[in-house]
């Protein structure tokens, strides 16, 4: 059925710009998870976030319409907008905070009641204090406090000890000054990118579509563009190596770009397991292969096929290696790493009695 983006918010679908923000303030500062303790509300964090980021946007919100969530992601045809119909696919950036963020346009709301020279502890931006007190008094509910301050009064930086004034700074994050405020810098979005053996043998670039919001020459108003960035991945790199492309984010009135990074994640392989810059081919045989000899077929990454014989007794967990058939090494790509072959021997599941006495006059006792 694909994810409801109305029920998560909590209105209805006809709902209109004004009545899916206020939705969202109402049921992002309800489930942040550092003023929400509760084990899923980091997940529900996530989910409001994405849900506003569809539901506020037209163009995503027409696509989500008429063909619902999988439609937005695996890409839909929409009627509506100046140009027509389009094709369009979006995938949700993974930052909630950096949502929340922008929202707030990165001040703590909670400091406007508190003062923030109580707070302690940050996350992207907002200050929350741990104050046992404050946490009781504060109580966001369908009237929530935050509706008729600070944005409605056009405060750039936030609201901090209850006066108009800069947005705060987190410590080591890039600022910029824009009139009388600060700009901050979201933490980096990490996408998560699957690469087979094949493509780390070789070295690829990949080629990933990217939707993001960008500001308008009139420093307030913003579009949402389309981005392709090359990713190139050289030979050998191993799983977990990050690329990262700078302010490559959306952007707002309140923010620098946040960096977007694509950290490398083995796909499964259909002959081989890997382990660093070596493979591993785990071959299967006969107990009658492993008695009494066999050649049996290697493949490799480049597509071609070593025979082996093996004339000795194979026994379980027996292993072969051949040199430099592995993957390059990541600071020496014309070096390679070794294919390994692991054997596993299958047994029968049943012997007839005249093979079980033959077997049993002929095998050594121990």
Sequence with gaps: ????????????????????????????LRFHPDKNKEANAEEKFKEIAEAYEVLSDPKKRVVYDQLGEEGLRTGGSSSSGAHGGSTYHYTFHGDPHATFASFFGGSNPFDMFFGSNRSHGRSNGFSFHNDHD?????????????????????????????????????????????????????????????????????????????????????????????????????????????????????????????????????????HFKRDGSNIIFNCKISLKEALCGCTVSIPTLENRIISLPCHDIIKPGTVKRFRGEGLPFPKNPSQRGDLIVEFSVRFPDRIPPQSREIIRQHLPQS
């Design 134 to 270: 404050a946490e009781q008094d504060m109580d966001v509910d369908e009237d929530d406090p935050f509706t008729h301050i600070g944005r409605q009064f056009g405060f750039p930086g936030g609201v901090t000890n209850g006066f108009p004034g800069e947005g705060r700074r987190r410590r080591g994050v890039p600022s910029e000054r824009l009139g009388t405020g600060r700009k901050h810098q979201d933490s980096p979005v990490v996408h998560e990118l699957k690469v087979s053996l094949e493509e780390i043998f070789h070295g690829c670039t990949k080629r990933m579509k990217i939707t993001r919001r960008r500001l308008n020459p009139d420093g307030r108003s913003m579009r949402t563009e389309d981005k392709i960035l090359n990713i190139i991945i050289k030979k050998g790199w191993k799983e977990g190596t990050k690329i990262t492309f700078p302010k490559e984010g959306d952007e707002t009135p309140e923010n620098i770009p946040a960096d977007i990074a694509f950290v490398l994640k083995d796909k499964g392989h259909v």
């Design 1 to 28: 059925m694909g994810k409801d983006y109305y029920k998560t918010l909590g209105i209805p679908k006809g709902s209109n710009e004004e009545e899916i923000k206020k939705a969202y303030r109402r049921m992002a």
